[in-house]
């Protein structure tokens, strides 16, 4: 037992994946420590530091345009990665767990959203929402990015519940006669890493986006990125870096508050 | 209604309306004739495709073969090709070592890893060629302590546009990864110690196969959208060469040929959805 | 399936009287202007921004959208009354139309000036940091056939259409040819230049300020942004010609709020509302007396003040399709 256990520490820590993983952290983190440097400009420069100033800031919480896009994007975000989420679990619980005919089509078309240029969804999305005379606006936001947002959920959440033990369940089964507790009390706990994963990617996926956003938006409901890029014919201020600042930081708060409540489940 | 057909309605239902039936139009779009501003005329024509590949000479309309649209297309795949392989390199052993902290350890590493997302592309990748030009703080560096004389050219080229792939789609290749490695039975790799000598061939041999459906996922998340990226050849290539996305958002813009648009992302479309049908029967094959 | 469908519903927006939605390029809209005019009228303004004149047509084209008030450069100005996407709104006999500056009353895209009303223009040429660059710089020939110092170290703005007039106008090719072989030596200029040229990017201002580029295509309002950081950036009005343009403002077809729209319109052509929009975004605006409201230095800036010899700016319209596409021609094969 003792000479598994050494085994197995051994191949957890396998040599330069520890080095890896930090220089790619490092990586990632370069442009936006760079970000929030330069957000705390004096002057108006991107890129040319001119001492340090909260003015930025301030202009953020003063400029309706900036806000009221920022804020869009959030909750696009958050409504559209939950839908798909959703979704999506429903959907890998029926592809992974039951039998079901012609699965390749099934999969091809879950995937389907992967393959297509955003730039084509773009304006396909804009053509189908007109004709159909649906509207653009917040709404049309939601259907297009949840629907280009569910096979990015869905990956993470397959993955895991390929890698997850059936055995598991059907002792379970032994246990709780109706499948519904058997999900809720088995299932989706053991899932959770791959819901949290799969919600993550659909969230990054939908607040990165740029162009399906920009044909898609309707009075009042013009996204970051968006309003930013239109700022390019007049000049990107440190504004934008203040924005991302403030993005960073509520990211790291929610992920560190759903990080202690995980913590006080255990 | 059988269980898995109501679970898998939503999903597959939204996806067909909203995305196949858009794009069945696209498609549509790709064989009638460009409008003078923008726009498509009602009036069936296949010169579209025939674009693809040939150039019609004004004065006698002979066509000639050009391979304008497939450099394009061949630099696009090679450009998303690379960007996947080193995401996988790099991404591979990341995904590994979080995986396999300690509990705490793990939703730090985790935590680190996404948080830089939050933060949109556009403005990522503007702040990444801020790092890396000429007057940037690389090169600044570099020449402060002597070790080159004038500024590297690390931005506005190729090598430019694959950092900035890698570092968009770090965390598909990462998480997904994750997520399969999080429940490894490390128990296998007794047997695994069994059959080979050192922790690395067991690592090829044993813990690779298991993981393939990770990998595949996260491959596909890296490099069908590297292949119609916009954002990172427009900024940081200097906007000096052309990638599909960006030849595709052309034709919907300046260049006023939506037909030719539609049929650039309907070739793209093709190729992928074959490749991802034999994928999709392999992966099939497994689960069931 | 509820939340969806509240959703759907709240996609229509909000169409009571007492709003306003515009359209138009980001931080191009004074804050204060926008207040006075709530102020003024009790009317509520949405502002939302588009990347391009593309993006803006293309969903306009499409239907049915629910902006008002629209920001519309003049080449796109021609598209979209040729396609009956703006409103006829007559413009020329709102009360403020007095003010409007007699060279921009009969403009070639609206020449009663029918649909729009003038909200600023500006010229697009190139900048050169004179620190670094000596010499004579008053010709194109800076960009093209430049000098050692300056190799490698040139900024295009990432605009098909504006790089390849530039290179007509040096080599004296009109502009809008559907000539093939004109085009040919187009492209073989610009090719030539390429392999000097560090990026095509349209964020010109940034570059030339922090020494990226010492030689940038850009226009006249971010060349003053620049010499503001840099004083040693000076604004060049070429002698072969460079192009002007001008952004107007009209309002989209069937624009729920028509009234507020026109009350817009006739709004900013008052001079000290234009001046507002001059001193936010620094090109000129097209409306007499605005003089008097605009920030000295601003005012007498070479930007907008070109010397005596220089040549006028040209407008120049939306080519015919076949020189778009010859023009897409050059433009995709240089950037291959």
């Known amino acids: 037992m003792a000479l598994f256990d050494t085994r197995a520490k051994d191949i957890r820590n396998l040599p330069g994946f520890g080095l890896t993983a930090t220089l790619a952290v490092a990586f990632l983190y370069a442009p936006i420590l760079f970000l929030v440097l330069y957000s705390f400009n004096a002057g108006r420069s991107i890129s040319r530091l001119d001492g340090l100033s909260w003015r930025w800031y301030s202009a953020v919480f003063a400029n309706e345009e900036i806000a009221g896009a920022a804020l869009n994007s959030v909750m696009l975000a958050v409504i559209a990665a939950s839908l798909a989420t959703v979704m999506a679990t429903a959907a890998a619980l029926a592809m992974v767990r039951m039998r079901v005919r012609r699965k390749a089509a099934a999969y091809a078309i879950l995937n389907f959203p992967l393959m297509v240029p955003e730039i084509v969804t773009a304006i396909a999305s804009l053509i189908f929402f007109s004709s159909v005379g649906l509207g653009l606006g917040f709404g049309s936001l939601v259907i297009a990015h949840t629907t280009f947002c569910i096979p990015f959920a869905y990956l993470p959440i397959t993955a895991r519940l390929t890698s997850m033990d059936p055995a598991l369940e059907s002792a379970a089964a032994d246990l709780y006669a109706r499948p519904w507790r058997r999900f809720t009390l088995i299932t989706l706990p053991i899932l959770a890493p791959g819901l949290i994963s799969g919600w993550l990617l659909a969230f990054i996926v939908s607040l990165d986006d740029f162009i399906i956003s920009s044909m898609l938006s309707g009075p009042g409901s013009t996204t970051l990125p968006v309003h930013i890029y239109s700022m390019l014919r007049l000049g990107i201020t440190p504004e934008v870096n203040a924005v991302s600042s403030l993005m960073v930081l509520a990211s790291a708060l929610v992920v560190i508050t759903s990080g202690l409540i995980a913590r006080k489940q255990t | 209604m059988k269980l898995h057909r109501l679970l898998l309605a939503p999903s597959l239902g939204t996806i067909l309306i909203f995305m196949a039936l858009p794009i069945a139009i696209t498609t549509l779009y790709s064989v009638l004739t460009p409008a003078q501003y923008g726009g498509v005329i009602w009036e069936p024509s296949a010169e579209a495709y025939v674009r693809l590949l040939f150039e019609r000479d004004i004065f006698d309309d002979t066509l000639v073969f050009n391979t304008d649209y497939l450099q394009v297309l061949g630099r696009s795949v090679l450009q998303a090709g690379l960007a996947t392989v080193l995401c996988l390199i790099i991404g591979l052993p990341t995904a590994w070592f979080i995986a396999t902290r300690p509990a705490g350890q793990k939703s730090l590493w985790l935590m680190l890893v996404t948080v830089p997302y939050w933060v949109n592309l556009l403005v990522r990748t503007i702040a990444l060629l801020l790092i890396l030009r000429d007057e940037g703080p690389i090169n600044g560096a570099l020449q402060s302590i002597g070790l080159t004389d004038g500024p590297l050219p690390l931005a506005y080229n190729n090598f430019a546009i694959g950092l900035g792939l890698v570092s968009s789609f770090l965390p598909f290749m990462i998480l997904p990864l994750y997520a399969a490695i999080e429940r490894f039975d490390f128990s296998l790799l007794e047997a695994a110690y069994d059959l080979h000598a050192n922790r690395r061939k067991a690592f090829f041999a044993v813990v690779l196969p298991i993981l393939r459906p990770g990998l595949i996922a996260g491959g596909l998340l890296v490099f069908i959208p590297g292949i119609g990226s916009y954002l990172a050849p427009d900024i940081l290539g200097g906007g000096k060469t052309l990638m599909l996305g960006n030849l595709i958002g052309m034709q919907f813009q300046g260049s006023r040929n939506w037909p030719f648009g539609a049929a650039l992302s309907t070739i793209l479309m093709a190729v992928t959805l074959v490749a991802l049908f034999i994928i999709a029967r392999r992966a099939a094959r497994e689960e069931a | ?336």
């Not at chain 3, 509520?44 to 084209?61: C, N, P, Q, Y």
């Not at chain 3, 519309?72 to 703006?86: K, N, R, S, W």
């Not at chain 3, 940091?129 to 056939?145: E, Y």
């Not at chain 3, 000076?234 to 507020?260: C, F, I, Q, S």
């Open chain 3, 1 to 336: 399936m509820r939340a969806l469908a509240v959703l759907l519903l709240t996609a229509a927006p909000a169409f009571a009287e007492g709003d306003l939605f515009i359209y138009t390029w980001g931080e191009y809209t004074p804050p204060d202007l926008v207040a006075k005019y709530e102020a003024e009228f009790g009317v509520k303004v949405h502002i939302d921004t588009f990347d391009s004149m593309e993006t803006m047509i293309a969903k306009l084209r499409t239907g049915g959208v629910g902006y008002d008030v629209l920001v519309v450069g003049d080449a796109t100005m021609q598209v979209m009354i040729a396609e009956d996407m703006v409103e006829k709104i007559d413009v020329f006999a709102m009360p403020n139309f007095v003010n409007v500056d007699d060279k921009w009353r009969e403009v070639p895209w609206d020449p009663k000036r029918e649909y729009s009303a003038p909200w600023a223009w500006g010229s697009t040429a190139f900048a050169v940091d004179t620190a670094v660059v000596k010499g004579d710089i008053t010709s194109l020939s800076v960009l093209f056939d430049p000098a050692e110092e300056v190799k490698g170290r040139i900024n295009m703005l990432r605009d098909m259409n504006g790089v390849i007039e530039a290179a007509e106008f040096y080599l004296g090719v009109p502009r809008c040819s559907e000539n093939p072989d004109e085009m040919k030596r187009v492209l073989e200029l610009l090719e030539t230049q390429k392999q000097w040229v560090k990026s095509y990017d349209s964020e010109s201002k940034e570059l030339l300020v922090s020494g990226e580029a010492v030689v940038s295509m850009t226009w006249n309002g971010y060349a003053m942004r620049a010499r503001d950081e840099k004083p040693t950036i000076v604004y060049v009005y070429p002698k072969e010609g460079y192009t002007g343009w001008m952004d107007n403002v009209a309002v989209a077809k069937g624009a729920p709020n028509l009234d507020n729209a026109k009350a817009w319109v006739n709004f900013v052509m008052a001079p000290e509302n234009a001046a507002m929009i001059t001193n936010y975004a620094r090109y000129s605006n097209g409306i007499k007396g605005s003089e008097a409201f605009i920030e000295p230095a601003l005012a007498a800036a070479p930007e907008i003040n070109p010397p005596a010899d220089a040549p006028a700016p040209e407008f120049i319209p939306t080519c015919s399709p076949e020189a778009t596409a010859l023009i897409d021609k050059v433009w995709t094969k240089l950037m291959n």
